[in-house]
């Protein structure tokens, strides 16, 4: 413990909630199996099922959310020739703090020949939340990846909105060791008020982002050609070898539906427990 801390904060970061998931997995006979499973605190992974020759990873909180102070480490290595599909078991959800951020950090790795589909359900942010999460992924020349992380801004199903807090996200992509990716973007103070802005969310308060490593104009041409069945907001673009489609939607309801949609034009389906 640092010196220097008052009794009351020695308590509250004695009370954090810590977790850690280090899972790597290899191919063997033309099957991926785990390599490495490393877990701590509240962070659990468990394989349900495996389709063909993918795994299935599923991650569980058993803490059934996060708050201020918590910190929690995802870091997935995908070895050569296996396949990955990894997500979580529930919507993860981000309670109000009156002192430091939750923290998130996910590392994604994928060798040559690897394949990886990092597909979790939404993170809900409540009222007055404080988040920073750091997203690196590092593919190899060779390997694929196909990721979709979702916001959902309060829970306007259950009369619950967000109006203010402080919600942090960084992402770094590099493929083949170059960094093709890179974003970063904050929101601070009056979020709802910055997502009734126009050039923000035009008042939608579920968004997400879907990273096709590699992606080029086919990705394009194939999530375009069923836009008119979107419920909301989506647009992709392709560069650098990746292709990346956003979207905003008016609630979460309307944003799992696109999200999903999207994922099947790209010949991805989602994990069962998305559908529960």
Aim: charged share 20%; aromatic share 4%; net charge neutral.
């Amino acid at each position: 413990m640092p010196t220097g801390v008052s009794q009351s904060e020695r308590t509250f970061l004695a009370n954090r909630a810590t977790g850690h998931i280090g899972l790597s997995v290899a191919a063997a006979g033309g099957v991926t199996r785990r390599a490495r499973v490393d877990e701590h605190g509240s962070l659990r992974v468990r394989f349900p099922n495996s389709s063909g020759d993918a795994l299935e990873g599923v991650i569980v909180n058993t803490g059934g959310g996060m708050t201020g102070g918590d910190r929690f480490t995802v870091d997935m290595a995908v070895g050569e020739g296996a396949h990955l599909v990894a997500g979580t078991a529930a919507a993860e959800k981000i309670y109000r703090s009156s002192g430091p951020a939750a923290e998130m950090n996910v590392t994604l790795k994928v060798a040559a020949s690897g394949r990886l589909a990092w597909l979790p359900q939404e993170t809900i942010l409540f009222d007055r939340v404080k988040l920073a999460r750091r997203i690196e992924v590092d593919v190899a020349d060779g390997g694929s990846l196909i990721m979709a992380e979702a916001v959902v801004f309060g829970r306007a199903a259950m009369g619950e909105a967000l109006n203010e807090g402080s919600f942090s996200d960084r992402w770094r992509v590099r493929l083949g060791g170059k960094l093709v990716y890179a974003d970063t973007a904050r929101l601070d103070g009056g979020i709802a008020a910055q997502l009734g802005r126009r050039a923000v969310a035009n008042g939608g308060i579920a968004m997400a982002t879907v990273l096709i490593v590699p992606g080029a104009e086919a990705a394009l041409e194939q999530v375009r050609a069923v836009g008119d069945t979107f419920a909301a907001e989506v647009g992709i673009s392709a560069w650098n070898g990746i292709a990346v489609a956003r979207l905003v939607a008016p609630d979460g309801a309307a944003l799992r539906r696109d999200l999903i949609a999207v994922l099947a034009a790209l010949g991805t389906s989602v994990p069962r427990l998305w559908l529960q």
